[in-house]
């Protein structure tokens, strides 16, 4: 499919991309239209027909966000090239879908991309499928992608759950903040036994003297 140039979109369906983004080929990601009519697409891009060999280094942050469509070629990715459906002709230039961002346009706003001869460029079903694993890519129009991601979240959020309570075992038994011993697991020191015996005996002492001297007090007293 193909977004036209701005101002050939009615306003009321014109979803208001960036300039550089209208005026492209796209690739219709979603199954089918939302209720409101839109889909969710990736740009096509031929890199200025230079190839992204020649457009970019290969330490560039974008370097693995563009497939290549047949002919087109990635060095990093010998193995992917999305192919057309039998009988569509090529594009008129080599050419990348652009999987960084994808757009939520409305269908009416897309027009068929015009060749002479043959039919307009589809991308065979194997090609979307390795064009879904590649991207990542999301289908929020799919009735069924709701159900889906409730049971992964489902599953992540026990998975998340277990995890935190190992980890949560791990740290008390790293700390020590674990269960205090029972006192009889407590262990004494024996030479804090027999110091504290030497304080209780030096008390006993000093209190029979002091009370030896009270005693001697009295008696002299009485004498007087």
């Known amino acids: 499919m193909w977004l036209p140039p701005q101002h050939q979109i009615p306003a009321g369906i ?17 199954r089918i239209p939302s209720p409101e009519g839109l889909v969710q697409i990736f740009m096509i891009t ?6 992204i ?25 010998p193995d992917t090239q999305l192919c057309f ?3 569509c002709l090529p594009l008129a230039k080599n050419s990348y879908v652009n999987i960084r961002q994808w ?38 129009h ?5 159900k889906r991601l409730e049971e992964t979240s489902s599953f992540e959020d026990l998975h998340d759950q277990t995890k935190r309570s190992k980890r949560l075992k791990e740290s008390e038994s790293q700390d020590g903040s674990g269960p205090l011993p029972e006192m009889e697991d407590l262990e004494v020191d024996p030479r804090e036994t027999v110091q504290s015996d030497g304080y209780i005996s030096l008390a006993g002492l000093m209190l029979l003297v ?3 001297a009270v005693f001697l007090h009295l008696y002299i007293k009485s004498k007087e």
């Open 85 to 87: 459906s039998d009988n």
């Open 142 to 146: 799919d009735p069924n992608t709701s």
């Open 53 to 77: 060999a020649q457009a970019h280094r290969p330490d560039w942050a974008h370097w693995l966000k563009y497939v290549p469509i047949k002919p087109a070629q990635h060095p990093a990715m």
């Open 210 to 212: 002091l009370l030896a």
């Open 14 to 30: 014109d979803p208001s991309l960036q300039e550089g983004a209208y005026n492209h080929p796209v690739v219709i990601m979603s």
């Open 46 to 51: 031929s890199m200025g027909s230079r190839g």
């Open 103 to 140: 757009h939520s346009v409305h269908l009416g706003a897309l027009r068929p991309y015009r060749l002479s001869g043959g039919d307009p460029p589809v991308l065979g079903e194997a090609s979307l499928r390795r064009l879904r694993e590649v991207s990542g890519f999301v289908d929020l």
